[in-house]
């Protein structure tokens, strides 16, 4: 017999898999499915599991409800930046593009003071014309969002056709900063739908 409280530790507490879980405890895979069964314990859906396997010490980010007017502030500004400029439809990370390199600063202070967000750990991309130099591009923003150049995928280059709204180009181009975390985007989404 597999006792209830140790599965449950193994399983829920120590994240372990099923596999680990019957590996530990020297029994075959199905002996452990069979006791969780017996004893209601709910097991994690799929993606649950590759999430865990993925962040096996936790979620990377913690939320941290804002206590000073000032951390009001910028809760308040980083949902409000993702509301009005970050990708809603992608519903596995966190995105959000723009030229302005100072809102795209404002939303790094909201996720690493807010979610406790490594800078270090952020995606980004970087979107130009073909007639923009790309490396004078990726320099100015390494350099106004203070990261690492190899943070950086490579640029996306459309080519440029000069009639319309062309001419007001921005000659730095688009930045979109991603982190792949689908917890934290349906953080942000369930905090969002509490504002509306």
């Not at 649950?48 to 990377?60: E, F």
């Not at 409800?65 to 000032?70: R, W």
Request: hydrophobic content about 40%; aromatic content about 10%.
């Amino acid at each position: 017999m597999l006792r209830k409280k140790r599965l449950e530790l193994l399983y829920y507490k120590k994240n372990k898999s099923l596999t680990e879980i019957a590996s530990i405890l020297h029994c075959s895979i199905n002996k452990v499915v069979y006791w969780m069964e017996k004893h209601d314990i709910i097991r994690r859906s799929i993606s649950d599991a590759v999430y865990v396997k993925n962040n096996p010490n936790g979620d990377p980010f913690k939320l941290h409800m804002p206590q000073t007017l000032e951390a009001s502030m910028l809760y308040g500004l980083g949902l409000g930046l993702y509301w009005g400029e970050g990708t809603k439809a992608n519903l596995h990370s966190v995105r959000l593009g723009n030229s302005d390199p100072q809102l795209i600063v404002s939303f790094i202070s909201f996720l690493e003071r807010v979610f406790e967000i490594k800078k270090s750990d952020l995606k980004f991309s970087l979107q130009i014309f073909s007639d923009v130099d790309p490396r004078r591009a990726l320099n100015h923003w390494v350099k106004a969002l203070n990261v690492r150049r190899s943070q950086f995928t490579k640029s996306t280059i459309s080519i440029s056709n000069k009639i319309g709204t062309y001419r007001k180009k921005n000659l730095r181009g688009v930045v979109t900063l991603y982190y792949h975390n689908k917890k934290l985007r349906d953080l942000i989404m369930s905090l969002l739908q509490n504002i509306k």
